[in-house]
């Protein structure tokens, strides 16, 4: 899967289930400031990930993780 | 030194009858059900499939999508009650309340609906997929800190959980912290939406519940020969209680006053009320003499009146105790007769019934009532409101676990 392909999948787990803007969700955009998502809405979208692209995530593998681009980096790295 | 009088200076409402204070109001001056079938699910093979749901509101479209997915329903009532109302009073809602004002917020069964699917979930699909705003959706609290956080109350906060009792509580503790100066604004409400698959079975199982599936609006009777149960009903209603010296420093409109609250425990059983009412007679002397007032002052009784045969008939004796002779020429109704029963909601939509119906003098009827019941033979204002000039109403409120809440307002 290609990473625009991974980002479309991402900004559409966050604009259909999580009913974050659509506009505000762009690669550069950051989780938390941008997007509100806070500590309980970051489960919320791990759970998200692992059902659309079958996968696991650890909470370590999070710590990185603080914009939808680098959610997509790490997503692309593991499908 | 003498206390501190309560005022109230704004009301918000959400309830089977309308979606604001005057469309409720007006329905319930005209006697008109809020109850109908369920709609929000499949009611498959329960034994009740009606109940008093709140219509025309979509949570999504009213804060939403990403906003409105944290909380459990009765938190989206809540905060919609609670804007309604604050705005009433004259505050602007998207300015912080500030810690001068206070929350009392009352509910029988917090998020009931959010435990309900919550737990589906790990049935179907385990522990790693439950969702992880649960518990702030389930716990009890969950409104109380949900309103305090979307208008900034900083403040004490209480959450109560009396069951059908609660929100009578609430606005009882609400108006003692009022009258002992630890602030001078409270928001006092109630909420609940338990019109739910599992809630609306248990209800069933202990036979509280009327089965009368093919007349939901006939349904909810209270004090006729024909009762057979309560009616579930979904909604929440906020007050904003203020000390007289506060409303008037802000020239604030003052609706009336909160000026008696009694509080008793039956101690007797978890459901059944105590024989002859014996915990709600107490309850009503309390509050009348908070309010250093007697029976002979109470223009108006807004009855816990639930429909159940041991309510109405308990809460009849007990009225009779306490009154005397007065309990026959009381004006009492049950509004519960159109709204359903709101549980932890219904003392503070009560207590908002009580204020209009002495500010408008009309009393609401209790619509239903047809057939005589020897054992309710008290004045019910039966079907049709009666208009009366009147200054005070007493509101009763009694719940599961023997908790009884009354609250006395006066229009002066």
């Not at chain 1, 980002?7 to 690669?27: A, C, R």
């Not at chain 2, 204002?381 to 009694?398: C, E, G, L, R």
Request: glycine share 10%; aromatic share 6%; proline share 3%.
């Amino acid at each position: 899967m290609e990473t625009n392909e991974v980002f479309d999948k991402v900004k559409g787990l966050f604009v259909e289930d999580l009913g974050i803007d659509e506009s505000k969700v762009t690669m550069e955009a950051k989780l938390e400031e941008d997007l509100e998502i806070d500590s309980l809405g970051i489960v919320e979208v791990v759970m998200a990930f692992e059902d659309e692209f079958d996968i696991e995530i650890d909470d370590e593998e999070l710590a990185d993780v603080s914009t939808v681009g680098e959610a997509v980096k790490l997503l692309h790295s593991k499908i | 030194m003498s206390k501190r009088r309560v005022v109230i200076t704004g009301l918000g409402t959400i309830n089977p009858l309308g979606n604001n204070v005057a469309d409720s109001w007006e329905k319930l001056i005209n006697g008109i059900s809020g109850i109908d079938d369920i709609t929000s699910f499949d009611t498959g093979d329960l034994p009740v499939t009606f109940a008093g749901e709140v219509k025309n509101f979509d949570a999504n479209e009213y804060m939403g999508k990403q906003h409105a997915r944290k909380l459990d329903r009765s938190g989206h009532l809540s905060i919609y009650a609670a804007e309604q109302a604050l705005l009433d009073a004259g505050f602007n809602p998207e300015e912080r309340m500030g810690s001068n004002c206070g929350i009392v917020f009352g509910t029988g069964i917090g998020g009931i609906g959010a435990t309900e699917d919550a737990v589906r979930v790990y049935d179907e699909r385990g522990p790693s997929r439950i969702n992880p705003l649960a518990i702030t959706q389930l716990m009890p609290n969950s409104s109380t800190g949900q309103v305090a956080i979307k208008f900034g109350i900083e403040g004490p906060s209480l959450t109560i959980t009396t069951a059908c009792a609660a929100s009578a509580n609430a606005v009882g503790e609400a108006k003692n912290m009022i009258e002992n100066g630890i602030v001078d604004i409270v928001v006092a409400g109630g909420t609940e939406s338990g019109t739910t698959p599992m809630t609306i079975g248990a209800f069933a199982q202990i036979r509280a519940l009327s089965t009368k599936n093919d007349t939901p609006t006939e349904a909810c009777s209270p004090f006729d020969k024909n009762r057979d149960g309560f009616v579930m009903a979904e909604g929440s209603t906020v007050l904003i209680l203020e000390s007289e010296e506060s409303a008037k420093n802000r020239d604030a409109k003052i609706y009336g006053y909160v000026v008696g609250y009694g509080s008793t425990t039956d101690a007797h059983h978890i459901t059944a009320p105590a024989e002859g009412g014996e915990g709600a007679v107490r309850a009503m002397d309390k509050a009348l003499k908070d309010a250093s007032l007697s029976v002979d002052d109470v223009d108006y009784i807004n009855a816990h009146g639930t429909s159940t045969p041991a309510n109405d008939k308990n809460e009849t004796s007990a009225i009779k105790t306490l009154f005397g002779t007065k309990a026959y020429e009381v004006d009492i109704s049950s509004t519960k007769s159109m709204t359903g029963h709101l549980l932890g909601g219904a003392g503070a939509f009560e207590s908002m019934v009580c204020i209009l119906s002495l500010q408008n003098g009309v009393i609401p009827p209790t619509i239903n009532l047809n057939n005589k019941d020897e054992e309710c033979d008290l004045n019910y204002t039966p079907n049709n409101a009666v208009n009366k000039d009147m200054n005070i109403a007493m509101s009763n409120s009694f719940g599961f676990g023997g908790h009884n809440g009354v609250l006395v307002f006066s229009k002066t």
